[in-house]
């Protein structure tokens, strides 16, 4: 597959260096040369120095065959128009990154008129997932599959659940809840587990359930479940205003920090049912004033990491509250991860996932396509969800007689708007969804998870 990306920022790196181990031959396109050339040197591409909106450059970069132009410039319109012109000179699907709250309201619109196959808003997916945290803030991660009839949750194991030292198959039995262990992360390793994997404290564990099963198993555990009252978030920027207007229509309390005046005026206007607060947000007693020790849920969403990772483990100190911070930059999450601040919302991996779900659906085979797909433990694995549409060869036999592959779990079946865990007398039927959790990399056809 010919793929042409057109912007080599922090997204465009990301985006690249995934897509470099989907089997694709890749075009960078960007303005700056030195942009190109460090691009170049770790990731097997071909680079253009230039004006992506430019009929010329395009050209020299393959438009007239390839299979798709992602365009992830920092302008929304240069974005739309690399699409549109695409669109005229060759036969591409595209796909652009589009942040402007204006436009949010006009991506039908978009889409139809444009012709642009899909518009991601990376601002607005985060801000997005961080709802679903506060929702649920005993989580550290939620992805959600099967429009939100499953999800898959990430959880620390601490002494009140009183589950060291049992496996997986003894709690399961004990507690009686439909769920399924799919994921366990420690310092020494990262693993799908069986039935015998032994669960210890400060485990990472991540789980499949639907909502009321996942609520009904933490509650069994002594996790609390219910959303949060109230929220500080530190920063005005586009994702504040897309989580707080979310957050206010889940009638939670806001209020937003920020230093800059003008900004303050805006958002005042834009959302007059949150407080919001002129000031600095990292001065330590500021937050204490407007109620930092008694808030249910703390987020920090400046535009200097640093101060997103200083401003939680503040936080952590003076309050029990829920936290999050953004993270743009990607070079040191595996440093930032064992911080332990709560969640860390990485808006560049949200999108890079995004992009690379419709890639893979593209790449399909037989009859399935990859409907959603999440980077999970640490990016060492995926959670896909496949859309069974026609005769495959997993279809019709049970579970227990398919030669799957090693480090691969069958997570869900969604049948019809019902879900399940299967077991191994289940099969696999056109017209279900089905959730695979592995550690092999780039399944793009359901029938990918068997041995060849």
Excluded: W
């Excluded at 990731?43 to 007239?64: C, H, K, R, W, Y």
């Excluded at 429009?147 to 898959?152: A, D, F, I, M, S």
């Excluded at 994921?183 to 210890?200: D, R």
């Amino acid at each position: 597959m010919q793929i042409i990306i057109v912007g080599c920022g922090k997204v465009g790196r990301t985006l690249a260096e995934q897509l470099q181990e989907e089997d694709t031959d890749l075009t960078l396109i960007d303005t700056v040369a030195d942009k190109i050339n460090t691009l170049s040197e770790d990731i097997d591409a071909m680079g253009i120095v230039g004006n992506g909106a430019s009929i010329n450059t395009l050209i020299d970069a393959g438009i007239e065959t390839a299979d798709i132009l992602i365009a992830v410039t920092a302008s929304d319109e240069l974005n739309l128009l690399c699409c549109l012109i695409a669109q005229k000179t060759g036969h591409c699907q595209t796909i652009a990154r589009v942040r402007n709250p204006i436009y949010n309201k006009e991506i039908g619109f978009i889409k139809k008129r444009l012709g642009v196959s899909m518009i991601i808003n990376p601002e607005f997916a985060a801000a997005s997932e961080m709802s679903r945290l506060l929702r649920f803030p005993s989580a550290i991660k939620i992805d959600t599959f099967a429009r939100g009839r499953v999800e898959l949750l990430k959880f620390k194991v601490v002494p009140e659940f009183n589950l060291d030292g049992m496996s997986i198959s003894q709690i399961t039995d004990s507690l009686r809840c439909d769920i399924l262990f799919c994921a366990i992360e420690n310092k020494n390793s990262v693993s799908i587990p069986g039935g015998n994997h032994v669960i210890h404290n400060g485990d990472m564990v991540s789980i499949l359930a639907t909502p009321q099963n996942g609520a009904t198993f933490f509650k069994k555990i002594g996790l609390k479940t219910h959303q949060v009252k109230n929220t500080i978030i530190v920063g005005g920027g586009t994702i504040s205003y897309y989580l707080a207007r979310t957050l206010l229509a889940m009638k939670i309390n806001v209020k937003i920090i920020e230093k800059d005046k003008v900004r303050c005026e805006t958002l005042s206007e834009l959302l007059p049912e949150a407080t919001i607060i002129n000031g600095d947000g990292t001065d330590r007693a500021l937050l204490l004033e407007e109620g930092l020790s008694q808030a249910e849920s703390f987020v920090a969403l400046t535009n200097l990491d640093e101060e997103n990772v200083f401003l939680a483990l503040f936080a952590k100190t003076y309050s029990n509250a829920k936290l999050i911070a953004k993270v743009n930059r990607l070079a040191f999450d595996d440093v930032i991860d064992n911080l332990d601040i709560g969640s860390v919302i990485y808006p560049k991996y949200i999108t890079a996932d995004y992009i690379l779900q419709y890639v893979r659906a593209m790449q399909n085979s037989i009859g399935s396509n990859v409907e959603t797909l999440y980077h999970i433990l640490d990016n060492q694995a995926e959670a896909l969800e496949f859309a069974i549409h026609e005769n495959s060869p997993v279809i019709g036999k049970s579970l227990s007689e398919l030669n799957l592959k090693k480090n691969l779990l069958v997570g869900c079946l969604n049948r019809n708007g019902e879900v399940r865990i299967p077991r191994g007398h289940d099969t696999i039927r056109v017209g279900d969804t089905v959730i695979i959790v592995t550690t092999v990399k780039g399944l793009r056809d359901i029938s990918d998870i068997l041995e060849k």
